[in-house]
């Protein structure tokens, strides 16, 4: 029996609270939340024991896992303090609220010799799982641009970061794992109509390495919830829903199916055939958090490393920097914005150890 607690049980974590309880080979020993009296009944209806402070349900019920999923302004002290005391940690998106913090994180994991991976949860949506598949068998061909939408009403929870940390930093995952390239250059223009402090729409440009462009539209300002990607290549496009996990491909039929192996000329462009794939239905987080203990358990499967959501944040923050200064941010040529040309392996994760360039290392903390 893998011992499991979540931190934080507002919306998200809650969430984790149920899966949790339903998930064979665990057992969910204590939830956290300072907020007893949010926290009271699902204690209750959890038959589970609450606490308020973190580091007292460590020492009494000594979790092998816990997710933490406080606001993102907090993901770092709490993380910290559960690696620190040698927890293993799936903290939800994005990993933190600075890349300072997230390089720290990812470092004290790795002293620790803990696991810590990050809930970007649509790398578990099943149609991102089948798009995947099918762009790395080759079905598309060149791909040329990736574009999300994710827009919908405004919640007025949240109050620690905008629309590009808490939304975007979806996308920007996800545009990295399905292009399998790295950014090199952003633009955003965003404003803030109803938020406080932050930006609650945003318009965003990607430049990749590879050459592929990526366009981002989020924001919190549209009555009606919009979760959708588009990716389009020399085959044609492919259109993913994330509500409903529809997974469309709709054909350029101007590329002959006999030159299936052919990556090389693209002739033209004309509508061709229209295809919804029948893809089995499972809820992401389920499978993001049997992916998390499967991993604890020494079974093997992807798990969404530090370094992956570090790539994310890095991007976002980039953004919010171009929104700010009105013009276009260089990622790989700024400082603050830079992989490390050597990041050590975390225990157990595949594509930790990573050589670059010869950029220097990155400093953490200044
Ligand atoms: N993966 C997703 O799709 C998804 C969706 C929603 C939210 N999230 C993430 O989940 C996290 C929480 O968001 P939410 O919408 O559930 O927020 P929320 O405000 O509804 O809940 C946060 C809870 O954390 C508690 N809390 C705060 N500090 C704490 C501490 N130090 N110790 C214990 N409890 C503490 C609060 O009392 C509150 O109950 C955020 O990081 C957010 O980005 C992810």
Not at 1 to 20: K, P, Q
Not at 111 to 123: A, D, K, M, W
Not at 246 to 270: K, Q, Y
Not at 337 to 346: A, K, W
Request: net charge negative.
């Amino acid at each position: 029996m893998t011992r499991v607690a979540v931190v934080g049980v507002g919306m998200m974590g809650r969430n984790h609270v149920r899966v949790y309880s339903e998930m064979p080979g665990v057992e969910l020993v204590a939830i956290v939340d300072q907020n007893q009296a949010l926290a009271g009944p699902l204690s209750t209806l959890y038959h589970v024991p609450l606490y308020s402070d973190f580091r007292e349900m460590v020492e009494k019920e000594k979790p092998d896992a816990v997710s933490v999923a406080v606001p993102t302004e907090f993901h770092y002290e709490v993380t910290r303090g559960l690696l620190e005391m040698g927890c293993n940690v799936l903290v939800e998106k994005p990993i933190a609220a600075t890349l300072e913090q997230a390089w720290e994180l990812l470092n004290l994991a790795n002293r620790r010799n803990c696991v810590l991976t990050v809930g970007h949860i649509e790398r578990f949506n099943p149609a991102i799982v089948e798009l995947k598949r099918r762009l790395d068998s080759g079905e598309l061909g060149r791909v040329f641009q990736v574009h999300a939408r994710r827009v919908g009403p405004f919640p007025t929870r949240i109050q620690d970061v905008g629309v590009i940390k808490d939304l975007a930093i979806h996308d920007l995952d996800i545009m990295h794992y399905v292009t399998g390239s790295h950014v090199d250059r952003v633009y955003a223009e965003a404003k803030s109509t109803l938020h406080q402090l932050c930006e609650d729409m945003f318009v965003g440009t990607l430049h990749f390495m590879d050459n592929t462009i990526g366009l981002l539209e989020i924001n919190w300002l549209t009555p009606t919830k919009i979760r959708e990607l588009y990716v389009t290549g020399e085959r044609g496009m492919f259109r993913v829903n994330y509500i409903t996990q529809d997974l469309c491909f709709f054909e350029n039929a101007d590329v002959d199916a006999s030159e299936w192996t052919s990556l090389s000329l693209i002739r033209g462009v004309s509508e061709g055939a229209i295809i919804q794939y029948a893809i089995k239905k499972k809820e992401p987080l389920r499978t993001e958090l049997e992916t998390f203990i499967g991993h604890l358990q020494g079974k093997a499967n992807h798990l969404v490393s530090g370094l992956d959501a570090i790539r994310a944040l890095q991007v976002a923050m980039a953004l919010v920097e171009s929104a700010s200064v009105c013009r276009t941010i260089e990622v790989n040529s700024h400082e603050r914005y830079r992989v490390p040309s050597i990041v050590p392996r975390q225990p157990g994760l595949s594509g930790g150890l990573e050589v670059l360039s010869e950029t220097p290392t990155f400093q953490t903390g200044d």
